[in-house]
């Protein structure tokens, strides 16, 4: 799966909230975002059901996103409690 390098940062993150830059991000899966994480919300959503792998790999590994900023760069995933 093209998002596992986040999927395994996050499965191994010890905290409960992650306050990453698009940038660190972009670290963690040695490429870029696509330029569709930049312009659009939807692409950070928490879809239960579809064929987004970004989603998969963050839900799969027990989080969410929150506090999707755009104009800053940045996102915050939260470990989901449901």
């Known amino acids: 799966m093209k998002y596992a390098?986040?999927?395994?940062?996050?499965?191994?993150?010890?905290?409960?909230?992650?306050?990453?830059?698009?940038?660190?991000i972009?670290?963690?899966?040695?490429?870029?975002?696509?330029?569709?994480?930049?312009?659009y919300p939807a692409w950070w959503e928490n879809e239960e059901t579809g064929n987004h792998?970004?989603?998969r790999a963050w839900r799969e590994a027990g989080w969410k996103t929150e506090d999707v900023d755009l104009g800053g760069q940045r996102v915050t995933f939260c470990r989901d409690q449901a």
Do not use: D, I, T
């Open 5 to 24: 390098p986040l999927q395994e940062y996050l499965a191994s993150f010890k905290g409960s909230s992650w306050h990453a830059s698009f940038a660190e």
């Open 26 to 39: 972009e670290r963690v899966l040695g490429f870029a975002l696509p330029q569709s994480a930049h312009l």
């Open 53 to 55: 792998s970004q989603c």
